[in-house]
């Protein structure tokens, strides 16, 4: 999905991963998806999406945008672990910025609390986040934009309650980290 969404003129498209695909798309692509990766293993999305377009389908960027934040949120654990939010959280309210991104830095690549295949997730995705941010003229998404979208995807509540006050703590904290990249 990353590299089909940061391709091209695909990065460039206004919306990308703020405009919701449509549902009954992103469920024929996934189950597309699933069938074709038991056929051939090697096969990834980008192969998919252009035998798709022979078959004269659209999946357009908004699809497959939707898509990888779906995959994101069936995860059984979010990328950035849920114990790691209490840190992140008490980092945030610091008021050196260096302090505060030292600190977030520290806890993210803490081994005891987020496994490597996370921190290289997290690395992965916020690597792909700023690709995204460098067109924030044309796609209308600043690092805070694509933090309020990606937010509940990639960092989870420990109680898994949803507040106004939660979601604008978790987008802050990764605005604070797709910022921190540039």
């Not at 910025?97 to 803490?110: G, P, S």
């Not at 941010?133 to 949803?162: G, I, Q, W, Y």
Request: glycine share 2%.
């Amino acid at each position: 999905c990353c590299e089909y969404l940061v391709s091209d003129d695909n990065v460039k498209t206004e919306g990308i991963l703020r405009i919701s695909g449509q549902s009954t798309t992103i469920q024929k692509l996934k189950h597309m998806y699933d069938d074709e990766k038991i056929e051939a293993e090697h096969l990834n999305l980008q192969d998919l999406l252009k035998k798709t377009e022979e078959s004269n389908r659209k999946f357009d960027v908004f699809n497959v945008g939707a898509l990888l934040k779906s995959f994101l949120n069936e995860l059984p654990e979010s990328v950035i672990p849920r114990v790691c939010y209490p840190h992140l959280l008490r980092a945030q309210r610091m008021r050196s910025k260096r302090r505060k991104l030292a600190v977030m830095t520290a806890v993210l690549n803490d081994t005891l609390l987020v496994p490597p295949p996370h921190r290289r997730c997290i690395h992965f995705l916020l690597c792909f986040l700023q690709k995204i941010s460098e067109h924030e003229k044309e796609n209308k998404m600043s690092a805070h934009n694509l933090a309020v979208c990606f937010a509940p995807t990639l960092l989870r509540t420990p109680d898994s309650r949803r507040t106004i006050t939660i979601e604008v703590s978790a987008s802050t904290l990764l605005n604070d980290l797709c910022t921190s990249l540039n």
